[in-house]
């Protein structure tokens, strides 16, 4: 085989290491006892493993509650975001209208301030609409940071289906619903499916707006819920550990089944 290709492969494995080497640590810290935790010297495989971290996690009510929050809200700003980003990025893509270069350059402005600087707008409002500490405060404002993006992606995506079938459904007598729902939506399941793991990681792994719009565990997702294992004179590292691995789990083995998907539809309208 060639140096070129022996080179190649070399790289990829160690690209492929330096990706999974933290979640090994993290499943490997997670099997052990927080008494083991602190042994020295320290073993990068514990000599006793135990599931005794994930089994108090999962039997803790409080930390079942933040695992259904998390996939209540991120579940449903995925939705919502899939509806509204195709919608909007076939109106976008195939209506003519004065303003659609304004529209394009406000939704290119909002992806220029930085998180932070939002909070404090994002509280006052969503406090004096009556919504703190709620679901649907979550909700939308996750919809609205994920939605600008998606709906760029989409509109890239629908740019690149030839308009000809858009041309041949008016002729069939399908208006601009019919033709978005039976011509252009099947083409664009890849775009719609990178949409869905944008939005869904976006939304499983806030932690900055969790904190500023939720109060108690009734509506907090599973990212604060990782701090609260952090106490103040000791800290569970293995019971810690095996919920950060139950966290990153989920965005893992979807980004596996998916990855095609999610990489063609970034990719859309960049290949003419």
């Not at 019971?239 to 859309?268: C, D, E, N, R, W």
């Amino acid at each position: 085989m060639p140096l070129k290709k022996w080179s190649l492969y070399g790289l990829i494995a160690l690209l492929i290491c330096i990706v999974l080497i933290p979640m090994f640590w993290m499943l490997s810290i997670a099997l052990r006892t927080n008494l083991e935790v602190f042994s020295i010297p320290l073993k990068l495989i514990p000599a006793h493993p135990t599931f005794d971290a994930f089994r108090q996690i999962l039997q803790n009510p409080d930390m079942v509650r933040l695992f259904m929050n998390s996939y209540f809200v991120s579940i449903l700003v995925t939705l919502l975001c899939i509806l509204l980003s195709a919608l909007s990025g076939y109106g976008l893509s195939r209506f003519q209208y004065k303003s659609k270069k304004l529209v394009v350059l406000y939704i290119l402005l909002t992806q220029m301030f930085p998180m932070v600087l939002l909070s404090i707008p994002y509280f006052l409002i969503i406090s004096g609409m009556g919504l703190y500490n709620t679901y649907t405060a979550l909700i939308l404002a996750y919809t609205s940071f994920a939605l600008p993006f998606s709906i760029l992606m989409m509109r890239d995506f629908v740019n690149s289906i030839p308009r000809e079938l858009d041309e041949a459904a008016t002729i069939d007598g399908c208006g601009p619903y019919g033709t978005f729902f039976r011509i252009i939506l099947p083409p664009c399941l890849p775009g719609l499916i990178a949409t869905a793991v944008y939005t869904f990681i976006l939304a499983w792994n806030e932690y900055l707006f969790a904190v500023v719009l939720t109060q108690d565990i009734t509506s907090r997702p599973l990212t604060l819920g990782i701090g609260m294992l952090i106490g103040e004179y000791t800290t569970q590292w293995n019971q810690l550990m095996a919920l950060s691995f139950m966290a990153s789990a989920p965005l893992v083995i979807v980004f596996m089944f998916v990855q095609k998907y999610f990489l063609q539809g970034l990719t859309a309208g960049s290949v003419k």
